[in-house]
């Protein structure tokens, strides 16, 4: 298992290429969403078709999945530097293509934002952004619905894996959303004033069912040159609903792009 | 690695590897069968199935190319998924190559 020390964490990465030796590829990175997601949600949908024409490095976030969980240290801009510690470490100084799944979304913004230099284009699906109004909504049992976390779909989900009576994930969930900062750094976060400043490429893919569909429209509207695609009949969950189209989107963008 | 890659095999060291990335949890219900499945039986999450597949690769090498199996399958096919059709994709595959 692939553990890798970076910005004082242990990480968890998992790297597919199918590369010839000395072949130069496009750069991959792919962050995921909050708390059930890790990066298997990549791993079993467009990692490996991906990883057909381009190096994919995947991430375990902070708290997620099987990297550490600190009990600090989850706002954005800690993901940012997780992430830009993890490139420095890989020694990829050239600019990456940066895929983004809701909450990952956000990171792979706020790292264009920030490291302008060090991100070649961005491929968003159902990306989460601070708003106005963001700390009020993301108050109490509406802090998780932000991220299709609330009372129902948890309930949902619980429903599904009712049987697992010692669900590991499970317990982590819990573990994540009590005994760290995670809920209260998220409450903290600032409304994106910078989008009209991201300077790459960027294709972004929305659910037309999703609970965020202020943030796709604004995406649009202020990110230069942002092209958005609407997925009839589909939720937030639009990476696993329709891991298909997902994949003949992002093999169509790095064909562009990369 | 042995010179035939039996069934019988593939399902001894794939215990051995559930039991490396589960821990010994894996065994309370009883020994690993080909009937068993990952998701029901062995409530196996997504993350560890992941583990699960590195240590395929480290096993058998890349001519088991489990992560592009998966990816022709649809979500409800891994989710059912048995210890029976792994062994048999794996045990298929090494003897292919004369592994």
């Known amino acids: 298992m692939p553990i890798e020390q970076a910005n004082g964490l242990a990480l968890h990465t998992q790297h597919l290429s199918t590369a010839a030796e000395g072949e130069r590829r496009p750069q991959v990175v792919m962050l995921h969403g909050l708390v059930i997601d890790n990066l298997s949600s990549w791993y079993y949908t467009i990692a490996n078709p991906v990883a057909q024409v381009a190096d994919v490095h995947l991430v375990d976030l902070r708290g997620h999945g099987r990297s550490e969980m600190p009990a600090t240290g989850y706002t954005v801009e800690d993901n940012v530097d997780d992430v830009v510690a993890l490139l420095d ?31 070649a284009s961005l ?8 708003v106005e109004g ?35 994930l499970a317990k982590r969930s819990e573990r994540f959303l009590t005994e760290t900062s995670l809920i209260d750094d998220l409450q903290a976060e600032a409304p994106i004033g910078w ?53 003949e989107r992002a093999l169509a963008w790095l064909d562009r792009v990369g | 690695m042995p010179e035939t890659v039996t069934p ?58 489990f992560v592009g199996w998966l990816a022709e399958m649809q979500l409800d096919d891994i989710i059912a998924l048995t210890v029976g059709q792994l062994v048999g994709f794996v045990a298929a595959n090494a003897a292919a190559s004369g592994a």
Not at chain 1, 123 to 130: G, K, N, Q, R
Not at chain 1, 140 to 167: I, M, T
Not at chain 1, 227 to 242: A, F, N, Y
């Open chain 1, 89 to 119: 470490r890989w020694g990829i100084t050239g600019p990456v293509h940066l895929f983004g799944n809701s909450f990952g979304g956000v990171v792979a913004l706020a790292l264009a934002h920030r490291h302008p230099e060090r991100v």
């Open chain 1, 123 to 130: 491929f968003l699906i159902e990306a989460h952004f601070a």
């Open chain 1, 134 to 168: 963001w700390g009020e909504h993301m108050a109490g049992s509406l802090a998780l619905a932000a991220f299709g976390l609330d009372e129902d779909s948890v309930q949902d989900w619980l429903a599904v894996n009712a049987d697992r009576k010692l669900s590991r």
């Open chain 1, 195 to 247: 989008l009209p400043e991201i300077a790459c490429p960027t294709f972004a893919m929305y659910g037309a069912d999703t609970d965020i569909m202020d943030r796709a429209l604004e995406l649009e509207a202020k990110v230069p040159g942002c092209e958005l695609e609407i997925v009839p009949d589909c939720s937030h969950s639009l990476l696993t609903e329709q891991g298909g189209l997902v994949r």
């Open chain 2, 8 to 65: 019988e095999i593939v399902l001894a060291q794939l215990e051995e590897m559930l039991v490396e990335v589960i821990g010994d949890d894996l065994l309370l219900d009883g020994p690993l069968t080909m009937e068993t499945s990952f998701d029901q039986d062995l409530q196996l999450e997504s993350i560890e199935f992941v583990a699960l597949s590195e240590k395929l690769l480290e096993t058998y090498g890349e001519q088991v190319d």
